[in-house]
């Protein structure tokens, strides 16, 4: 344990960012990779971001800090996904047995199918309920990029829906 | 604590990344915050203390890497429970000394925690001991700073005179903790 900072930074006590913000960041996760891989990313995420934090140099917006966080755990499962040609997550479309099978709702299946940047961008605004800037901060795009992914992002999965 | 912040606590801990753990325990002299580092316990925190402002001060003189990992903390939980049961008459626990500042205070708290469970001591006795019998002002300020109390048993120092004197968690909780020691019968 470093006796001294390395940084004149106050940071609060970590497990204050744990309390704050595990619950929105589970929704992020959960709307991103689904139930069964958000529990490792988010332990993943909170774990990178333990390990980083006494070095931090700005603790201005650790909330976006954070996201930034979960936004690459969330890619790497994505990433992970499109190597092995298993769709697991896509089989159950239809219902198998009574009703609801996977409990979320099958607009995020279809917001999963968005470019890595507008997936992001929607699952933050939506199911994180971020704003704006603080969508920005977290894809380190400006505030008018967040919300140009967004709106790109709803207008294709409109598309589909008509289509579709 | 959830089962999903428990695994995380978990997996914090198996990978070296938690500077300072705590947890709460009830006792009867109220709910008290334990914290420690690697190297020992560091605080013991009365109720009358604000969580927030306590795990702040933490992050802030130690390490911003503080996370509740109560089970970094049993040993220290066990032996107060025995403590309180009656059945320890003293701790066997690494402390560790970093939130005291200055030789002095050190010094005094050192030497109060070698009194002996069941006896007192005077402030100005214990400034004497440590070689400086007209500093009893600044050994009530150092005991009165002691950010290990129950372990360092500065409820064991007194008023030249045996009055009470002060104490961080309150003159109830100072008076309990020296009847329990002298084994009068207690009020709760």
Redesign the interface.
Known sequence: MPSVRSTDVKLPPFQQLLERHAAELLRFLVASVGQVDAEDAFQETFLSALRAYPKLRDASNLRAWLFQIAHRKALDVHRGRARRPLPVEELPEVATGGGETTGEPELWRAVRRLPDKQRTAVFMRFAADLDYAQVGAALECSEPAARQNVRAGLATIRKGWASG | MDE??R??AR??RA?G????A?TETDSPVGRLLLAA???GLVRVAFEREQR?EL??E???R???????VPGELDEVRRELDEYFEGRRLEFDLPLDW?LTRGEFRRRILERTARIPYGETASYREVATAVGNERAVRAAGTALGANPIPIVVPCHRVLRTGGALGGYGGGLDAKRYLLDLESGRPRMA
Do not use: C, I, K, Q
């Open positions: 999903r912040t695994e995380f997996r914090a990978e990344l938690v500077d300072v705590y580092t690697p190297r927030d795990l702040e933490l992050a802030e130690l390490s911003p890497r503080v996370l509740e970093s």
